[in-house]
């Protein structure tokens, strides 16, 4: 590899945990509740613990092994280093699936929450502000990592005193309720304890902004100290955010209504606080949406860009896209503008979050099995939450629905084929 191919240490602590921040509190916090309250009904606010934990665990994984090879890439390096080069591509197209699909649903998001704070709503179709957001922060990000670290740092910012606002504007209301929008929180029967299981999954996806960090460990300055703290400090902040907005929404309105919202509106926790009367903080919060999902978008693209870069480099990607530039891989960031703007355009918000629970999912499945591979030297946890991770993967991804998990096993075995031809045209060249 090139030196010329190498990119810039410049991310500090603070830095790589707003950067997990961003990819975390957006889609997650502002639009995938409400869809997950669908699904499971009150127990959406289990599912958004028991998520914790699964991510908790693949969060270890992730940190340990970004840890002992810092470097762009995430799982897709991984396979390749602990089990095979086919397992590594796996990982890698799992991951450009997933997150791409996941951009397009911030897009989605972002563009649904300011067309009905504008009134638009009604008129316009979501998806066509959505492209021209993508097209926007694709540009951005060409700019070069620092000014969308600094940009990164003022997003999270706003998002946080949005949610903050949420919080302090809903619950009221739900304590005076004595939250009974949350009873029975645990019904007897098999349909909803199906629904449960679709909502942690759904809700799994919305925790794991923080494999940016991992992804992004050829960045970041003193990779073995830096990386598993800001792994654990953004998970635990999106952790309690998550609960206390969840419960705020769920307990001011109830989870079928919050779900309606969702799918009617695109923009649930505006249109809560419109019906509880707050004008003003729900302006505020659509701002901060707007503007979090902006940052979900932005990080995800940055992110893709180095998984592309990392493919590229090993030929499982045209060779072309591991040109860098300033420090910066520019092909790769046109390339995965291209393809996330193509998803924006389908304009199903459900559609695409689902499909990335699934392929999210196989992915950190695989990041697991090669944490179990780590030498013992180089752990930085027990293996246990390894083991735990992969097992919850697995389980989670049958939850999702037949038609989407599907839909997810013909895109892997597409890729997984065109792996093999770009394998055999290699070895016929060398």
Not at 2 to 26: K, P, W, Y
Not at 372 to 390: I, V
Request: charged share 10%; hydrophobic share 55%; proline share 3%.
């Amino acid at each position: 590899m090139s030196l010329s191919n190498q990119l810039h240490r410049e991310l500090g602590l603070t830095g790589a945990t707003f950067m997990g921040l961003g990819a975390m509190l957006g889609t997650g916090v502002f639009v995938s509740i409400g869809i997950a309250a669908g699904a499971g009904g009150p127990m959406v606010i289990l599912a958004i613990f028991v998520a914790a934990l699964v991510a908790l665990c693949n969060a270890l994984s992730s940190a340990q092994l970004a840890a002992s090879h810092p470097v762009s890439g995430g799982a897709y390096e991984y396979g390749y280093i602990y089990l095979r080069p086919a397992a590594g591509f796996a990982a890698g197209w799992m991951f450009l699936c997933a997150k791409s699909a996941s951009a397009a649903s911030a897009a989605l998001g972002a563009s649904g929450y300011l067309l009905h704070a504008s009134g638009m709503d009604d008129t316009v179709s979501a998806r066509w502000p959505a492209a021209g957001l993508v097209v926007i922060v694709t540009l951005l990000v060409l700019g070069g990592l620092r000014r969308s670290n600094v940009t990164n740092i003022v997003i999270v910012s706003v998002t946080l005193l949005a949610l903050v606002a949420f919080v302090m504007a809903a619950a009221p209301t739900a304590l005076a309720g004595g939250f009974s929008n949350f009873k029975p929180l645990i019904p007897h029967d098999r349909a909803a304890l199906s629904g449960f299981l679709e909502a942690c999954a759904l809700m799994f996806v919305a925790y794991t902004g923080y494999g940016r960090i991992a992804t992004m460990g050829e960045e970041v300055c003193e990779p073995k100290r830096i990386i598993p703290k800001a792994i654990l400090g953004a998970l635990a902040i999106s952790a309690l955010l998550y609960s206390a907005v969840g419960l705020a929404a769920i307990g001011a309105i109830g989870s079928a209504e919050f779900a309606a919202y969702s799918g009617r509106f695109g923009s649930p926790l505006e249109t809560v606080l419109r019906g509880l009367d707050h004008p003003l903080t729900a302006t505020f919060v659509a701002a901060g949406a707007v503007t979090a999902m902006l940052g979900v978008l932005l990080n995800l693209i940055l992110g893709l860009s180095r998984v592309v870069l990392a493919m590229a480099r090993r030929r499982d990607l045209p060779s072309a896209l591991a040109m860098v530039k300033n420090g910066n891989p520019q092909a790769a960031v046109i390339a995965i503008g291209v393809l996330v703007l193509a998803l924006t355009l389908i304009g199903d918000i459900r559609l695409t979050w689902s499909f990335s629970a699934f392929t999210v999912l196989v992915y950190y499945a695989i990041n697991n099995l090669c944490a179990l591979r780590l030498p013992s030297a180089d752990l930085l946890f027990s293996r246990a939450f390894a083991w735990g991770g992969l097992i919850a993967c697995a389980f989670l991804a049958l939850w999702v629905g037949p038609q989407i998990w599907s839909m997810g096993l013909m895109v892997l075995a597409v890729g997984m084929a065109g792996h093999l031809v770009s394998r055999a045209i290699l070895k016929r060249e060398r």
